[in-house]
Protein backbone atom coordinates (compact mmCIF):
# COMPACT_ATOMS: atom_id res chain seq x y z
CA UNK A 1 0.00 0.00 0.00
CA UNK A 2 2.93 2.50 0.97
CA UNK A 3 4.66 1.74 -2.53
CA UNK A 4 1.66 1.98 -4.30
CA UNK A 5 1.38 5.57 -2.95
CA UNK A 6 4.92 6.29 -3.30
CA UNK A 7 4.85 5.69 -7.12
CA UNK A 8 1.40 7.28 -7.23
CA UNK A 9 2.95 10.44 -5.65
CA UNK A 10 6.17 9.87 -7.76
CA UNK A 11 4.24 9.84 -11.15
CA UNK A 12 2.09 13.01 -10.07
CA UNK A 13 5.46 15.20 -9.03
CA UNK A 14 6.29 13.92 -13.15
CA UNK A 15 3.46 14.92 -14.58
CA UNK A 16 3.29 18.46 -12.49
CA UNK A 17 6.44 18.75 -13.66
CA UNK A 18 6.20 18.45 -17.09
CA UNK A 19 3.10 20.52 -17.71
CA UNK A 20 5.35 23.42 -15.91
CA UNK A 21 7.70 23.19 -19.04
CA UNK A 22 7.35 25.89 -21.57
CA UNK A 23 6.19 24.15 -24.81
CA UNK A 24 7.66 24.26 -27.98
CA UNK A 25 6.00 25.64 -31.16
CA UNK A 26 6.92 25.65 -34.53
CA UNK A 27 6.47 29.48 -34.64
CA UNK A 28 9.82 28.75 -32.42
CA UNK A 29 13.23 28.60 -34.34
CA UNK A 30 15.62 27.13 -32.66
CA UNK A 31 18.03 28.62 -35.16
CA UNK A 32 21.24 27.49 -34.05
CA UNK A 33 23.82 29.62 -32.69
CA UNK A 34 26.03 29.18 -35.29
CA UNK A 35 24.27 30.16 -38.02
CA UNK A 36 23.71 33.51 -35.70
CA UNK A 37 27.27 34.11 -35.16
CA UNK A 38 28.94 33.02 -39.37
CA UNK A 39 25.56 36.17 -40.54
CA UNK A 40 27.69 38.41 -38.37
CA UNK A 41 31.18 36.79 -40.30
CA UNK A 42 29.82 36.75 -43.29
CA UNK A 43 28.82 40.70 -43.04
CA UNK A 44 32.75 40.94 -41.58
CA UNK A 45 33.75 39.61 -44.82
CA UNK A 46 31.49 41.87 -47.36
CA UNK A 47 32.89 44.59 -45.35
CA UNK A 48 36.68 43.46 -45.71
CA UNK A 49 36.17 43.02 -48.87
CA UNK A 50 34.80 46.51 -49.63
CA UNK A 51 31.20 46.50 -49.34
CA UNK A 52 29.15 49.02 -47.25
CA UNK A 53 26.72 46.53 -45.95
CA UNK A 54 25.39 42.91 -46.88
CA UNK A 55 22.92 43.69 -48.95
CA UNK A 56 25.05 45.86 -50.85
CA UNK A 57 27.63 42.70 -51.46
CA UNK A 58 24.78 40.54 -52.73
CA UNK A 59 23.48 43.01 -55.00
CA UNK A 60 27.17 42.90 -56.46
CA UNK A 61 27.46 39.16 -58.24
CA UNK A 62 31.47 39.21 -57.91
CA UNK A 63 31.13 40.23 -54.30
CA UNK A 64 28.40 37.87 -53.54
CA UNK A 65 30.14 34.81 -55.71
CA UNK A 66 33.09 35.84 -52.70
CA UNK A 67 30.64 35.47 -49.76
CA UNK A 68 29.53 32.02 -50.71
CA UNK A 69 32.85 30.84 -50.96
CA UNK A 70 33.72 32.54 -47.59
CA UNK A 71 31.00 30.96 -46.01
CA UNK A 72 31.78 27.59 -47.19
CA UNK A 73 34.97 28.35 -45.70
CA UNK A 74 33.47 29.30 -42.11
CA UNK A 75 31.74 26.33 -41.69
CA UNK A 76 34.15 23.79 -43.32
CA UNK A 77 32.03 20.34 -43.76
CA UNK A 78 29.74 21.35 -40.55
CA UNK A 79 25.94 21.32 -40.90
CA UNK A 80 25.88 24.55 -41.91
CA UNK A 81 27.50 24.05 -45.14
CA UNK A 82 26.08 25.02 -48.20
CA UNK A 83 25.84 21.24 -49.76
CA UNK A 84 23.64 18.63 -48.82
CA UNK A 85 21.32 20.67 -47.28
CA UNK A 86 21.78 23.84 -48.61
CA UNK A 87 17.81 25.36 -50.07
CA UNK A 88 18.63 24.60 -54.02
CA UNK A 89 16.51 27.21 -55.12
CA UNK A 90 13.67 26.21 -57.97
CA UNK A 91 14.83 22.48 -57.27
CA UNK A 92 12.29 20.27 -55.70
CA UNK A 93 13.86 18.42 -52.59
CA UNK A 94 12.45 14.98 -51.84
CA UNK A 95 12.87 13.22 -49.22
CA UNK A 96 10.77 11.44 -45.87
CA UNK A 97 11.21 13.44 -42.46
CA UNK A 98 10.65 10.74 -39.71
CA UNK A 99 9.46 10.90 -36.08
CA UNK A 100 10.63 11.84 -33.91
CA UNK A 101 13.20 14.01 -36.24
CA UNK A 102 13.85 16.86 -38.57
CA UNK A 103 15.01 18.14 -41.52
CA UNK A 104 16.40 21.66 -42.05
CA UNK A 105 17.11 24.21 -44.79
CA UNK A 106 19.57 26.90 -44.74
CA UNK A 107 20.32 29.26 -47.77
CA UNK A 108 23.18 31.54 -47.98
CA UNK A 109 22.60 35.51 -48.04
CA UNK A 110 19.99 36.16 -50.29
CA UNK A 111 20.66 38.47 -53.76
CA UNK A 112 16.34 38.90 -53.75
CA UNK A 113 13.95 40.25 -51.83
CA UNK A 114 11.38 37.73 -52.16
CA UNK A 115 11.06 34.21 -51.88
CA UNK A 116 8.49 31.73 -52.03
CA UNK A 117 8.31 28.72 -49.46
CA UNK A 118 6.34 25.19 -50.43
CA UNK A 119 6.38 22.09 -48.92
CA UNK A 120 3.89 19.22 -50.01
CA UNK A 121 2.86 15.62 -48.75
CA UNK A 122 3.48 13.82 -51.35
CA UNK A 123 2.45 10.19 -49.53
CA UNK A 124 1.18 8.30 -47.06
CA UNK A 125 2.15 8.70 -44.06
CA UNK A 126 0.96 9.58 -40.25
CA UNK A 127 3.89 12.24 -38.96
CA UNK A 128 2.79 15.48 -37.93
CA UNK A 129 4.85 18.10 -39.74
CA UNK A 130 5.74 21.19 -37.93
CA UNK A 131 7.03 23.72 -40.29
CA UNK A 132 9.05 26.91 -39.50
CA UNK A 133 10.19 29.67 -41.86
CA UNK A 134 12.86 32.36 -40.25
CA UNK A 135 15.36 34.57 -41.68
CA UNK A 136 18.67 35.83 -40.12
CA UNK A 137 19.98 38.98 -40.86
CA UNK A 138 23.80 40.29 -40.99
CA UNK A 139 23.46 41.05 -37.01
CA UNK A 140 22.60 37.60 -36.33
CA UNK A 141 18.85 38.41 -35.41
CA UNK A 142 16.05 35.90 -36.19
CA UNK A 143 12.71 36.82 -36.86
CA UNK A 144 10.40 33.89 -37.61
CA UNK A 145 8.54 34.81 -40.68
CA UNK A 146 6.23 31.96 -41.01
CA UNK A 147 4.72 28.56 -39.61
CA UNK A 148 2.34 25.86 -40.54
CA UNK A 149 1.45 22.54 -39.38
CA UNK A 150 0.27 19.51 -41.41
CA UNK A 151 -1.58 17.32 -39.02
CA UNK A 152 -1.17 13.44 -38.74
CA UNK A 153 -3.98 13.00 -41.16
CA UNK A 154 -3.02 15.94 -43.93
CA UNK A 155 -3.97 14.00 -46.94
CA UNK A 156 -1.55 13.32 -49.68
CA UNK A 157 -1.04 16.25 -52.02
CA UNK A 158 -1.26 18.70 -48.99
CA UNK A 159 0.49 21.90 -50.04
CA UNK A 160 1.47 24.70 -47.68
CA UNK A 161 3.00 27.36 -50.21
CA UNK A 162 3.63 31.26 -49.40
CA UNK A 163 5.76 34.29 -50.72
CA UNK A 164 7.67 35.79 -48.43
CA UNK A 165 9.61 39.51 -48.54
CA UNK A 166 11.90 41.53 -47.03
CA UNK A 167 14.39 39.11 -47.25
CA UNK A 168 17.23 40.49 -49.34
CA UNK A 169 20.79 40.00 -47.17
CA UNK A 170 19.21 37.53 -45.05
CA UNK A 171 19.94 33.70 -44.48
CA UNK A 172 16.86 31.55 -44.68
CA UNK A 173 16.70 28.94 -42.09
CA UNK A 174 13.57 26.55 -42.89
CA UNK A 175 12.86 23.89 -40.05
CA UNK A 176 10.57 20.57 -40.59
CA UNK A 177 9.62 19.12 -37.57
CA UNK A 178 8.53 15.68 -37.35
CA UNK A 179 6.28 14.58 -34.35
CA UNK A 180 3.87 11.47 -33.97
CA UNK A 181 5.02 8.00 -32.99
CA UNK A 182 8.43 6.92 -33.28
CA UNK A 183 9.27 6.02 -37.31
CA UNK A 184 5.77 7.76 -38.73
CA UNK A 185 6.68 9.12 -42.03
CA UNK A 186 6.01 12.49 -43.71
CA UNK A 187 6.93 11.87 -47.43
CA UNK A 188 7.51 15.33 -48.78
CA UNK A 189 8.86 17.58 -51.25
CA UNK A 190 10.22 20.92 -50.44
CA UNK A 191 10.57 23.63 -52.84
CA UNK A 192 12.61 27.63 -52.77
CA UNK A 193 12.60 29.72 -55.70
CA UNK A 194 13.56 33.54 -55.44
Not at 43 to 62: I, M, R
Amino acid sequence: MKKNLLIATLMMAVAVSLTALPAAFAADCKTPGALLDLMKKISQECKNDGGTDLKNCVEDPSKYAKLVRAWNSFVGNGPLHIGPRQIEFGVAQRGNLVAPGDRRFISEPLDKDSVTISVKKTGEGKAICELSICKVDANGVVTNIGSFTFPSDAPVGKEFSQTFTGVKACALDVLLNGKGGIGARFPMEFKATK
